[in-house]
């Protein structure tokens, strides 16, 4: 399911969602920078994501410069990513967006639609 | 494809995402928000977008309370979407992402992975 490209766009904020904007990615740098969390399995523990989509989102970080791959364990293999100075600059958008959810994405909505 | 939902993870920022986390909302928002663009047709223009994919999105935008959808023209039909203040609150986001955006997506990266 290839989805159109931001990386060619004008937008600041378009080439942005290219390197940050996949669903899911967002959560992992939450994990990363602000959890703390850096091993791929406590990530895994911790979002309920399917090992699959978090290789292949942790691979898109380290490719667009955001994360460090490292070996933490021999047997078995066992690696973590750690957060770029790019990773740690993306903390005051996920505070930003923290603190939009604790006001408009509090309560799951009681009614639908307009 | 239903992707898993973060509705119910108890971080405002997965809530966040549920409502606003998909390809192309936040550049629909940015149209709506920071460049006053609000008719259905200016924002496909500018964006490039499958209209069925627009149309999608501005769906859920409206659902979810952050925009309101308003006829401005009878013959033929044209709807405009306006922003509610959750949308116009989400300015700051947008803001932060764009700063990133300057900072770390800059050019397109000359080398590939790491």
Known sequence: MKRKSFE????????SLELVGEWWTPLILRDIV?????????MQDDLGIAPTVLTSRL???VD??????RQYNERP???EYLPTEAAR?????LRALFKWGVKW???PRAEAGT
Not at 34 to 40: I, K, N, P
Not at 64 to 69: D, I, K, T, V
Request: some cysteine; glycine content about 8%.
């Open 89 to 93: 600059d993306f903390e005051p958008v």
């Open 77 to 79: 293999p066992r690696f």
């Open 64 to 69: 667009a410069g955001l994360l460090e791959r």
């Open 8 to 15: 060619d766009m004008d937008c600041p904020i378009a080439r």
């Open 34 to 42: 602000m959890v703390g969390l850096t091993r791929f399995d406590d």
């Open 59 to 61: 691979r898109h970080l």
């Open 105 to 107: 994405a509090g309560a």
